[in-house]
């Protein structure tokens, strides 16, 4: 549901909307108890069964946006109880950072295999003859599944002509590929933290809104107001995320306007990472030192190998993630400015709360936090007219947004830097797939590769914090990569 404006996506800008002015006009914190009638006017629910569940499920919004845990449901607590420890300018974000809201779960049933209305009862019944467990009878004419003797195998599916028997299944869950979705007592969806690699994709497919993140949009703003020089380094998918009149000049204007001291591309440490990671690809790789590697750029895939697959952990490139990268350099401009990256992935803001990344990255953001806080200030694009230049970065470090960029700004570069290199590539996308390409790679079937990982399918356009269709989020990439001065850096790009 990426880039269609839902109701659930209406009610979660809102929130982030109502939370960024309250920051930035400094107001007191007890009157967020009133925010849920503001966000949910009158007395008819529109959306769920009472408008009194309606406001539960947006005090518990409000809560997370203001970086807090969700309140317990067998103890009496307001909206806004423990909120001072929230009320700084300095805020990491603690585990968990994807939560379900109980109030807003609809406890979708559990997988199933069922029989539609098109069964026609026919003759050669073949779903019946490949049950393993004899599961599947007749019943009034039609076929009939006893779900305490069917193993959710599928084979009945596959072989139905009238394709009449279909796959029952949360979307959360069809959603996470690492098999962290669960039950709790009550039916409703449950995060397993020991399984989850924090990639976002249960919360924008569940379509009643329950599976919310936390965010810092509120420490962010309280630090700049009080005279904090913060810098914004922005993801190479930010492009098109603000609308078609939002260019990356008027974007960078309008940043400096709400409040930011400077602005960088993050591309810029992606182009120092693709030089970097050619060179371990040519020297290491290809010299058969090592057997592949792994790029590093996106947290969620980093995660699921160190989880899952702890065997191939040495062959993770230890290149700077582009993040850290243009961090550390925007932080040498000003050795006292707190550094915000802004981007489409959820998973940055756990990989910016370990401590050996602390020191580099003060906040994270989401592209959907940040339109909040546009919001709030009343910039609107389609109006806007200040423009300041940003062209930092060249067309490979840009390039890293889209499936396949990564790999592909690599192996530019060891071409242009390490002719006569022969360099093999693959990627991949989506964690499931991502969890299949590890288990090649553990099993020797990838040696020699350079292999590209990316827990979201189709790559940071398609992150849980973004705020457009993928498919028009690669148009706006592509674009912006041709606009670079060249495609690979110099090698005086490197930190």
Known sequence: MRGIETPVREIRRRVFKEIAKFAYEQKDLSKIEDLPYEIVPGEIARYRDSIYRERAVVGERLRLAMGMSLRPADKPARITKGIDESNIAEKYYEPPL??????????????????????????????????????ISFVDGYSHIDQDK???CGQCSKVCPYGAIYERRRPCEIACGVGAIGTDYAGRAQIDPEKCVSCGMCMVSCPFGAIADKSQIYQLI??????????????????????????????????LDIGFSDVWEVAVGADA?????????AHGVATGEVPFLLTSCCPSWAMLGKKYFPEVIDQISNALTPMVATARAARQTNQN?????????????????????????????????????FEAKEIDFNTYDKEVE??????????????????????????????????????????????????????????????????????????????????????QVKKFVKEAEAFVPPETAKY
């Open 273 to 281: 990472g693709a030089l970097e990671e050619a060179e371990h690809y």
């Open 337 to 373: 400015a707190k550094i915000v990256f802004v981007g489409p992935c959820v998973a940055k803001k756990l990989e910016a709360s370990r401590k050996s990344v602390r020191s580099e990255v003060d906040f994270v953001i989401t592209f959907e936090e940040l339109a909040a806080m």
């Open 150 to 152: 069917c193993i959710k």
């Open 390 to 475: 940003l062209n930092d970065a060249f067309g490979a470090g840009r390039g890293y947004a889209v499936a396949s960029g990564v790999a592909g700004a690599i192996e530019a570069c060891v071409k242009e830097y390490y002719p006569g290199t022969d360099i093999k590539i693959d990627h991949v996308e989506g964690l499931a797939e991502c969890r299949k390409m590890l288990l090649q790679a553990k099993a020797g079937k990838k040696n020699g590769y350079l292999i590209e990982g990316m827990g979201c399918p189709g790559g940071c356009v398609a992150g849980a914090g973004t705020n457009i269709p993928v498919n028009k989020a690669n148009v």
């Open 222 to 255: 309280k630090a700049m107001n009080e005279g904090n020089e913060v810098i914004a380094i922005l993801a190479p998918a930010f492009v098109g995320q603000f609308g078609p009149k939002a260019t990356p000049n008027k974007i960078k204007a309008a940043l």
């Open 98 to 135: 994807l939560q379900v809201i109980p109030s807003a779960c609809n406890a979708c049933k559990d997988k199933a295999y069922i029989v539609g209305e098109q069964c026609q009862g026919c003759m050669a019944h073949p779903c019946m003859e490949v049950c393993p467990k004899d599961a």
